[in-house]
């Protein structure tokens, strides 16, 4: 498949099954590196693709909300 946002296709199984029965259910996930600040030593996270159809503004705010919820810690800025 072509995705116009990119990101990674996880697993060959449902490619297989809809080029085999056109349906299959295919996972994809984001592309993202960690970069490490030469002065200060920090580590960022930098997202390059989400997923088709991952409302970017939806996926900040869950992650603000795990962050509150304490479920998801080390994060001190999110853009």
Do not use: C, M, W
Not at 7 to 32: D, F, L, P, Q
Not at 34 to 54: L, W
Request: net charge positive; proline share 4%; no cysteine.
């Amino acid at each position: 498949p072509d995705f116009p946002t990119a990101a990674i296709i996880n697993g060959r199984r449902g490619i297989e099954e809809a080029y085999r029965t056109g349906r299959g259910k295919v996972y994809i996930r984001a592309r993202a590196e960690v970069e490490v600040d030469a002065k200060t030593g920090r580590e960022t996270i930098i997202v390059h693709e989400i997923p088709y159809q991952v409302n970017k503004a939806r996926l900040i705010e869950k992650i603000a909300e795990l962050v509150k919820e304490k479920r998801v810690e080390g994060i001190s800025a999110l853009r």
